[in-house]
């Protein structure tokens, strides 16, 4: 069993800067595969970003070279630095993590992120 909680969150202005936060509980923290997805309103749940258990990384074209994922094993943590950010960014942002090679995935709550001036 995993529990993921997001944070960081908030309302920024176009151009700015966020960094959202995923804690996980559990054990085995270095083996699953982490990814942050979002979801706009009306519109359905897209990758935003991965980050496998050997620390590789893969992006969505819209967020390349913007966003970047972070995990550190030691703290149960996999951050998502948003750069650069469009008003089409504004979403809810989730956590998610699976094991490589299995179907079930772990969710967190979500946190809301709005870009707009």
């Known amino acids: 069993q995993v529990q993921l909680v997001e944070s960081g969150g908030g309302l920024v202005q176009p151009g700015g800067s966020l960094r959202l936060s995923c804690v996980a509980s559990?054990?085995?923290?270095?083996?699953?595969?982490m990814a942050w997805y979002r979801q706009a309103p009306g519109a359905q749940r897209e990758l935003v970003g991965v980050?496998?258990?050997?620390?590789?990384?893969h992006y969505a074209d819209s967020v390349k070279g913007r966003f970047t994922i972070t995990r550190d094993n030691a703290k149960n943590m996999v951050d998502l630095q948003m750069n650069s950010l469009k008003p089409e960014d504004t979403a809810v942002y989730y956590c998610?993590?699976?094991?490589?090679?299995?179907?079930?995935?772990?969710w967190g709550q979500g946190t809301q992120v709005t870009v707009s001036s």
């Open positions: 998610n993590a699976r094991l490589p090679n299995q179907a079930f995935n772990y």
């Open positions: 559990g054990s085995a923290f270095s083996v699953y595969v």
């Open positions: 980050s496998s258990s050997g620390c590789m990384t």
